[in-house]
């Protein structure tokens, strides 16, 4: 839910529930928009967007607003799970304390405020929260179907009004005028029937689904009581504060907002299936792939990425996750088609959370222009900065290929030049090599450049930056590579049975290439088929005790570069076993 900024803090139950945060401990939960179809390790994803080598077209602004990131650090040992976010740069969600059960709570500008639980529940989540400081969620028995829809204020908490025939209930957003919205529960098993609901003081009311007998939820209430909706024919599925089915939109038409009419939410003229994140006090809602100003959803246009809507504020302004090719994420921000931002190249510092390929999803943004990211294992907060926007610098990639040091970036408009700058010493001081106008042919706005003046062995670091007219950006990030030829071959190969004791010892002297990191050791029992018995780190002697006796091997040796090129074959050493 987005509202307007006002003064109002966030309730605090009592002064023994701010625990400080202690800034020495990184956050030890993690958790944010679910992903589709994510493989292999969170680490690896992050290692391939620092070292793209793909033609990503996620177009960068000319100018830009830049971010101050401050992390959400959890008190030592502790987890934290983000839930929702306000204008006042609150966050609520889930406190774990190590080693007991879950806590609802609210970050503050570094504090943690652990809210108080209704009587006979032990855990709880707080779901949402707007600017006057009042908090909705659940507290909870710890047990299926004992949650109880709650809010707090003025330091105390307190039961919604229950649904009479319904086993439990939660709540998930409250808007400025203090309306809340939730869903009430029938049944305990795997799939209790859910229905969406609105809480308007003492009043209770479900909201009727737009086909008869469907299940409903209600994620999201804007400040006029517009409500976003997901119903299915069948259950609902749920994970964290958000819901997948079928998209609608509630109306009011009642101040209490307890009666109003339900429309559907289109996808190219069929019901619109998905996630269901967020609606602005415009009504404006997004989810999934789509947005819905009306009733029929539009799709962003972000050339060869998929995007997926988290958060929207008034100024239609929406953050998510962009996806390449279903393994590499990051946090995106956009406000218009093809104007799709990655937040990583918008960071104007750097913290142990919140880095450059750190960022992995952007959660949600409130009306100042705040955004709450998933980044670095943890959570972070980005504000707008105050100082001048500025041409940004392009995020400079670099690799070896074919023993070639290859450079790559995206440019940020047509007609701009780039200037790209090599040294043999990190930091600098940095020599011009090559000034860019023009795109690689086929990729638009997508530069490559082959350092073919690189010497071999040296190891060489680049920045680019972005010019125009006489305007010039900062440097980039600095990246670096070593260009290697394949090395040569190791030589004066020995082998020798020792007097006493089995095995064969080898000797040689290594290859002279530089960068040599590892020796392979092959073997034969008949000449000209040999095969890899050891990669060794680079040295000049080898033990091999995986031999029979009284029999005759033939070795060679090689060498293999930093870069994984094998050199050629040594000179042949042959031996008799005894």
């Known amino acids: 839910m987005k509202t307007s900024k006002t003064s109002a803090r966030v309730m605090r139950s009592n002064e023994a529930n701010r625990s400080p945060c202690s800034k020495d401990v990184p956050?030890?939960?993690?958790?944010g928009s679910v992903r589709?179809?994510?493989?292999?390790?969170?680490?690896?994803?992050?290692?391939?967007?620092?070292?793209?080598?793909?033609?990503?077209?996620?177009?960068?602004?000319?100018?830009?607003?830049?971010?101050?990131?401050?992390?959400?650090?959890?008190?030592?040992g502790g987890g934290f799970q983000a839930r929702a976010m306000n204008d006042l740069g609150q966050v609520a969600g889930r406190y774990t304390p190590p080693g007991q059960?879950?806590?609802?709570?609210?970050?503050?500008?570094?504090?943690?405020?652990?809210?108080?639980?209704?009587?006979g529940t032990v855990t709880g989540v707080a779901r949402g929260l707007n600017n006057a400081g009042q908090v909705v969620g659940q507290c909870s028995t710890g047990t299926t179907g004992g949650e109880q829809a709650c809010i707090w204020e003025n330091g105390t908490v307190r039961e919604l009004p229950a649904v009479g025939g319904t086993t439990?209930?939660?709540?998930?957003?409250?808007?400025?005028?203090?309306?809340?919205?939730?869903?009430?529960?029938?049944?305990?098993?795997?799939?209790?029937?859910?229905?969406?609901?609105?809480?308007?003081?003492?009043?209770?009311?479900?909201?009727?689904?737009?086909?008869?007998?469907?299940?409903?939820?209600?994620?999201?209430?804007?400040?006029?009581?517009?409500?976003?909706?997901?119903?299915?024919?069948?259950?609902?599925?749920?994970?964290?504060?958000?819901?997948?089915?079928?998209?609608?939109?509630?109306?009011?038409?009642v101040p209490n907002g307890t009666s109003g009419s339900m429309a559907i939410l289109y996808a190219h003229e069929n019901p619109?299936?998905?996630?269901?994140?967020?609606?602005?006090?415009?009504?404006?809602?997004?989810?999934?792939?789509?947005?819905w100003y009306g009733t029929e959803g539009v799709s962003p246009s972000y050339p060869s990425w998929h995007a997926y809507q988290n958060g929207i504020n008034d100024a239609g302004k929406i953050v998510g996750m962009l996806e390449w090719e279903g393994y590499l994420f990051a946090a995106g921000l956009w406000d218009g088609p093809n104007n799709a931002r990655d937040l990583n190249?918008?960071?104007?510092?750097?913290?142990?959370?919140?880095?450059?390929?750190?960022?992995?999803?952007?959660?949600?943004?409130?009306?100042?222009?705040?955004?709450?990211?998933?980044?670095?294992?943890?959570?972070?907060?980005l504000t707008p900065t105050s100082q001048p926007s500025t041409l940004e610098p392009p995020v400079l990639y670099s690799w070896v290929y074919e023993g070639v040091v290859r450079l790559y970036w995206m440019g940020l408009d047509s007609g701009w030049s780039y200037r790209l700058k090599r040294s043999t010493i990190s930091g600098g001081p940095y020599t011009t090599i090559a000034t860019i106008t023009e795109s690689v042919a086929g990729f638009s706005n997508n530069y490559f450049f082959d350092d073919t003046t690189a010497m071999n062995g040296v190891r060489y670091f680049y920045v680019v930056s972005a010019v125009d007219g006489l305007d010039e950006s900062t440097d980039s990030v600095e990246v670096s590579a070593m260009s290697l030829a394949p090395p040569a071959a190791p030589s004066g190969l020995a082998a020798t049975v020792p007097k006493k004791g089995p095995g064969v010892g080898l000797s040689w002297k290594q290859s002279t290439s530089p960068a040599i990191q590892w020796n392979r050791i092959y073997r034969s029992t008949s000449r000209g088929s040999y095969v890899?018995?050891?990669?060794?780190?680079?040295?000049?002697?080898?033990?091999?005790?995986?031999?029979?006796p009284r029999t005759s091997y033939s070795y060679v040796v090689t060498a293999v570069n930093s870069n994984g090129l094998e050199s050629p074959a040594s000179n042949v050493a042959s031996v008799r076993t005894k």
């Not at 793209?52 to 959890?74: S, W």
């Not at 619109?272 to 947005?291: F, L, P, R, T, Y």
Request: with cysteine; net charge negative; aromatic share 8%.
């Open 272 to 291: 619109a299936s998905g996630k269901i994140a967020d609606i602005n006090n415009a009504g404006v809602i997004c989810g999934e792939s789509w947005i």
């Open 27 to 31: 956050p030890g939960e993690r958790t």
């Open 101 to 119: 059960w879950a806590q609802p709570a609210v970050w503050d500008q570094g504090t943690f405020i652990v809210l108080p639980l209704l009587p």
């Open 36 to 76: 589709r179809k994510v493989t292999g390790s969170r680490a690896f994803q992050q290692t391939i967007l620092l070292i793209l080598m793909l033609v990503i077209v996620v177009t960068p602004p000319a100018i830009a607003q830049r971010y101050l990131p401050t992390d959400i650090v959890v008190p030592a």
């Open 168 to 253: 439990f209930s939660r709540a998930f957003a409250i808007n400025d005028a203090g309306t809340i919205v939730g869903q009430v529960y029938t049944g305990t098993g795997a799939d209790p029937v859910t229905e969406a609901v609105i809480w308007k003081g003492s009043d209770v009311a479900k909201l009727v689904p737009p086909v008869a007998g469907a299940q409903s939820f209600a994620r999201d209430i804007d400040n006029s009581g517009r409500v976003a909706v997901v119903w299915s024919t069948g259950p609902i599925y749920e994970q964290g504060n958000d819901g997948w089915g079928y998209g609608a939109r509630w109306t009011p038409h």
């Open 345 to 381: 190249t918008l960071l104007s510092a750097s913290t142990p959370n919140a880095y450059p390929g750190s960022l992995w999803s952007g959660l949600a943004i409130n009306n100042v222009g705040q955004i709450l990211v998933e980044a670095g294992g943890g959570y972070s907060l």
């Open 532 to 548: 890899q018995v050891a990669q060794i780190n680079a040295g000049t002697s080898y033990q091999d005790n995986q031999t029979a």
